[in-house]
T-cell receptor, first 115, second 110 residues
Framework: GAVVSQHPSRVICKSGTSVKIECRSL??????MFWYRQFPKKSLMLMAT?????????EQGVEKDKFLINHASLTLSTLTVTSAHPEDSSFYIC???????????FGPGTRLTVL | GEDVEQSLFLSVREGDSSVINCTYT??????LYWYKQEPGAGLQLLTY?????DMKQDQRLTVLLNKKDKHLSLRIADTQTGDSAIYFC??????????FGAGTTVTVRA
């Protein structure tokens, strides 16, 4: 299957700083990327849908000024957590795909810890 | 929004079959999926089924779909220790978004 990478895999930052997470589709072009957040022992919560060359679509309750998403190319989407606070600590997972069946490929996730 | 529910825990003896159940509410779901997540890792797509199918088999995995009852199950034959993980079912709606269940933690005991 297709490969999606995320960088960094782990990040620890101080409260008030901003953190950027990259999601890359390594061997295919992804018109759409999705960003999820996963709390411990919980399901994945869709945060936003990122389409190449256009603004991201955020799910209800997700602050778009706090979670900035940029999808500048068909192989790269970034999520920036601005002015991070301890409650933003979580596991962030991206997926990339197109509109075919079963075609959402997940990255390995990024563990964010805000002190 | 869509609601996907699944039991939280399953313990199974090595070599036995595991059955993980899932119910969903969106009758317009086009595809239904089973993902596997190992500790600290992302999600691995195990299998998927189109909504007009009743069953799909792929090696040790069998997916059954009862569309009338909105019930999906995943059977793992000859369960191995490497099958210990969290299994998520998910449905895809017409806008291509996935809705996930809370995940079933499968523990395989010797």
């Amino acid at each position: 299957g297709a490969v999606v990478s995320q960088h960094p895999s782990r990040v620890i930052c101080k409260s008030g700083t901003s953190v950027k997470i990259e999601c890359r589709s390594l061997d295919f072009q992804a018109t759409t990327m999705f960003w999820y957040r996963q709390f411990p022992k919980k399901s994945l919560m869709l945060m936003a849908t990122s389409n190449e060359g256009s603004k991201a679509t955020y799910e209800q309750g997700v602050e778009k000024d706090k979670f900035l998403i940029n999808h500048a190319s068909l192989t790269l989407s970034t999520l920036t957590v601005t002015s991070a606070h301890p409650e933003d600590s979580s596991f962030y997972i991206c997926s990339a795909g197109d509109r075919g069946p079963g075609e959402q490929f997940f990255g390995p996730g990024t563990r964010l810890t805000v002190l | 929004g869509e609601d996907v529910e699944q039991s939280l825990f399953l313990s199974v003896r090595e070599g036995d079959s595991s059955v993980i159940n899932c119910t969903y509410t969106d009758s317009s779901s086009t595809y239904l999926y089973w993902y596997k997540q190992e500790p600290g890792a992302g999600l691995q797509l195990l299998t998927y089924i189109f909504s007009n199918m009743d069953m799909k088999q792929d090696q040790r995995l069998t997916v059954l779909l009862n569309k009338k009852d909105k019930h999906l199950s995943l059977r793992i034959a000859d369960t191995q220790t490497g099958d210990s993980a969290i299994y998520f079912c998910a449905e895809r709606s017409n806008d291509y978004k996935l809705s996930f269940g809370a995940g079933t933690t499968v523990t395989v005991r010797a």
